[in-house]
């Protein structure tokens, strides 16, 4: 395909961008909304459900543990914003204003649940209070249910969404850790939009992290929070190489070399968000993939910096 012409441009990026998309939703997405889980776990009953009993869609995720689920759970208890914080990526929480916590430690105090706590997602003086589900099941040593609303749904309405915590003995030294989510559909376009874009994929990264994290605490190792930063900071290199080469395409600056780095960024971004290998391994496919000086020169050349 020839790219002199703007039209031309602006439709090779359009069908590159359908690609992507077609990766995300037929190859991507049906993977992380079962990811570790068996068909098995898949199907069962789980607490919780009953929550949204008549839930149009869900996602169950698993994670083996070596260790006993009793050294398990008081880890999965002190998870909240008030409480241990997420085991996740805190600088991705933090930078939109979550203020997570970072204990490494078990904390008695940290650990009481009782049915109609919150599980605090966001600082309780932001967002109006609204950033928390509701415990609804509490079976101590096993599970925790919280009744939540989906993106869009006002905090008056009724609730139609769930996501539970199961731990599950495998023998006298391993567990399965559970985490569940379920959701009533119904949503408006836009929301809808935003929930199977950005939201799914978004909550997948962060929860798969909070469940390693838990694996990580639970088996006596310490999640490192400068391999954290760099991963995120590979996905905010990716995500930047993705829009100024889809824009250096536009502006006609070399447009097949920039569409060619706009498809692989896309690519890469998809596998390193959601698949997360070794940021080391991630590092090197990076540098592979776009050359920053050749970007940031014609970038550069576009807005007259150069």
């Given at each position: ?258 569409l060619a780095t706009f498809t692989a960024a896309g690519l890469l971004f ?31 050349k576009v807005t007259g910096r150069g």
């Amino acid at each position: 395909m020839r790219l002199e012409h703007p039209l031309v441009r602006v439709a090779a990026l359009l069908i590159c961008l359908g690609g992507l998309l077609a990766v995300y939703f037929s190859i991507a997405r049906p993977w992380f909304r079962r990811w570790g889980a068996t068909d098995a776990e898949v199907a069962m009953a789980l607490p919780g459900d009953d929550v949204v009993p008549q839930a149009r869609s869900g996602e169950t995720r698993a994670i083996t543990i070596a260790a006993p689920a009793a050294q398990v759970w008081p880890w999965l208890t002190q998870i909240g914003q008030d409480r241990a914080g997420f085991y996740s990526y805190r600088v991705l929480e933090n930078l939109f204003g979550c203020e997570m916590p970072d204990i490494k430690h078990l904390d008695p105090r940290l650990q009481s649940w009782k049915p109609g706590d919150k599980l605090w997602m966001y600082p309780p003086r932001k967002a109006g209070g609204a950033g928390f589900a509701v415990l609804a099941v509490h079976e101590p040593g096993r599970a925790l249910g919280f009744a939540a609303r989906q993106i869009g749904t006002p905090a008056t309405a009724p609730v139609d969404g769930s996501w539970t915590f199961v731990l599950q003995p495998i023998d006298a030294g391993s567990s399965r850790l559970l985490f569940r989510g379920r959701a009533a559909g119904g949503l408006r376009s836009f929301a809808a939009v935003f929930n199977f874009g950005v939201f799914e994929p978004v909550h997948f990264a962060m929860e798969r992290r909070t469940m390693e994290g838990v694996k990580a605490l639970a088996e006596g190792r310490k999640p490192s929070a400068a391999l954290d930063n760099l991963q995120v900071a590979l996905w905010a290199a990716l995500f930047v190489a993705f829009v100024v080469s889809a824009g250096l395409v536009i502006a006609g600056r070399r447009p097949a070399r920039h569409l060619a780095t706009f498809t692989a960024a896309g690519l890469l971004f998809q596998l390193l968000t959601l698949v997360q290998p070794s940021p080391f391994i991630g590092l090197a496919l990076v540098l592979a993939t776009i050359r920053p000086g050749v970007v940031i020169r014609s970038f550069e050349k576009v807005t007259g910096r150069g």
